[in-house]
């Protein structure tokens, strides 16, 4: 299994790993979940970079796919659902921690996709990963 976080809007200032970039609460929380997963890998998708593992080294940049035209948009979801295929074995689980925009990939990928927030405002999905770190954290 695989873990897929959605970036963040909010970024430190100088060249980091993935993880370590995005500094906003929302992208911590949704990590944390991810890390408490045990996946085999985490990566993030990024607007700038595409789909790239946690450990990556980025530098930070300002890029929204909201910003994206349609055929823009388009393009991005079609490359990390590329990607997605590229990093996994066929029938394994790939999980989902990110909002609508940054898991439109999905429909481009034939792996068994799994969206734990979907459907949730960002208020509920704040709530659920606090809920789920929790227990996980009660369980291990």
């Known amino acids: 299994m695989i873990v897929v976080v959605g970036c963040g809007a909010k970024k430190g200032t100088s060249r980091a790993p993935a993880r370590r970039l995005y500094t ?16 085999r890998a985490i990566y993030v998708a990024s ?5 790239i593992p946690d450990d990556e080294e980025i530098e930070p940049y300002e890029r ?3 910003e994206f035209d349609e055929p823009s948009r388009a393009a991005w979801a079609r490359g ?5 295929e590229l990093v996994t074995d066929p029938g394994e689980l790939v999980i989902v921690l990110a909002g609508k925009d940054y898991s439109a990939w999905r429909e481009h990928t034939s792996r068994r996709v799994v969206g734990l927030l979907d459907g949730l405002t960002l208020t509920e999905r704040r709530a659920l990963v606090g809920r789920l770190t929790d227990t996980r954290r009660e369980l291990f």
């Not at 607007?47 to 789909?51: D, I, K, S, V």
């Open 47 to 51: 607007a700038l970079y595409g789909l």
């Open 64 to 66: 929204r796919l909201g």
């Open 24 to 39: 906003g609460s929302l992208f911590r929380d949704h990590y944390r979940l991810a890390a408490t997963l045990r996946p």
């Open 80 to 84: 990390v659902g590329s990607s997605v």
